[in-house]
């Protein structure tokens, strides 16, 4: 058995560079991650590296390469829900060498172990930033540009409504291991792909927190609790009628705006940063940093409305 410790938040492409020598080195036939989105992403990352020939960045972090070999088997033991990296083949890395942070599918997982009380452990902030990430999932997933409502909308708005209740059940008692439960299969359920069928999703703020992780090494779901609120207010007078069935169904309000408000309220209510000067970032958040960010972002053509790099850096700074 061979041990690859020190797997880090938002883990580099050197991370995983290290784990495929590791893994090559000691012949390794399976293995097995235990920890969050973060952990499971690295190891999926290496078991794909460490079979790959040639570019594995290039190949499959800048374009979807064709995966024509067999990657190394990944199973998982859960201990931080928010990700839902157990349920598919996807692996967010941070490329340091040029200030990427992008994600890329390889093969999921062939068993995953989710027990809710391998969750006590965690540090408060971190339970209630995973369940963030995980609405924000499910939000964006539902506010794509498809042609019409369909059964994965309703189960998306379903799932929600859920993520709220359950994280103010452990804003109440964070020990509550029900709710803690729910919020792990909600976290399974919203990137499993079952909300995505028949879906064309939106995953822009998904893209925006990546780069500003890229640039800052901040927390995702903290960093994408800051930039939500402030993209659905630009997004909403395109997508006014499913804001507004947002805000009836996830949080009992009459108005698209009144939906985004509550939201906002939301963050605040569970303690997670509104602003980016309130995000941990190993260097300073400035506007001219934004303007990198923006300028490097990765635009999504499946919104309900496509944004200009100079629109990211607008919404970018109204989080300043």
């Not at 799932?159 to 964070?174: E, F, P, T």
Request: glycine share 10%.
């Amino acid at each position: 058995m061979t041990e690859f410790p020190g797997i880090m938040p938002n883990p580099t492409y050197g991370k995983v560079m290290e784990g495929a020598a590791a893994a090559k080195e000691n012949q390794v036939e399976m293995i097995l991650g235990i920890g969050g989105g973060s952990v499971m992403d690295c190891c999926k990352a290496i078991s794909l590296v460490s079979r790959c020939k040639g570019d594995a960045w290039e190949n499959f972090w800048e374009r979807r390469g064709t995966i024509d070999f067999d990657p190394i088997p990944v199973g998982v033991i859960v201990t931080t829900a928010g990700t839902g990296s157990e349920c598919n083949g996807g692996a967010v890395i941070t490329n340091e060498a040029v200030t990427v942070k992008a994600g890329m599918g390889a093969a999921a997982p062939r068993f995953a172990v989710l027990n809710p009380s391998y969750t006590l452990s965690v540090p408060r902030m971190q339970v209630l930033s995973g369940a963030f990430d995980t609405l924000s999932h499910a939000m964006e997933t539902y506010f794509g540009n498809s042609d019409s409502d369909n059964v994965s909308d309703d189960v998306a708005l379903a799932i929600m409504r859920n993520i709220v209740v359950n994280m103010r059940r452990l804003l109440r008692n964070m020990d509550d291991l029900e709710a803690r439960g729910n919020l792990m299969w909600d976290s399974a359920m919203a990137e499993n792909g079952i909300l995505k069928v028949g879906r064309r999703t939106d995953f822009q703020a998904h893209q925006m927190e990546h780069q500003l992780g890229a640039y800052t090494d901040c927390n995702h779901g903290q960093g994408l609790a800051v930039i939500h609120p402030a993209y659905y207010r630009f997004l909403c007078p395109y997508a006014k009628e499913k804001f507004t069935r947002f805000a009836q169904v996830v949080f009992g309000k009459e108005t698209a705006e009144e939906g985004i408000d509550a939201l906002s309220a939301f963050i605040q209510e569970c303690g997670l940063p509104t602003k980016m000067g309130q995000l941990q970032s190993k260097v300073e958040i400035t506007p001219d940093l934004l303007r990198q960010v923006a300028d490097s972002c990765n635009l999504i053509k499946t919104g309900p409305r496509q944004l200009t790099r100079d629109e990211v850096y607008t919404i970018l700074c109204q989080c300043l």
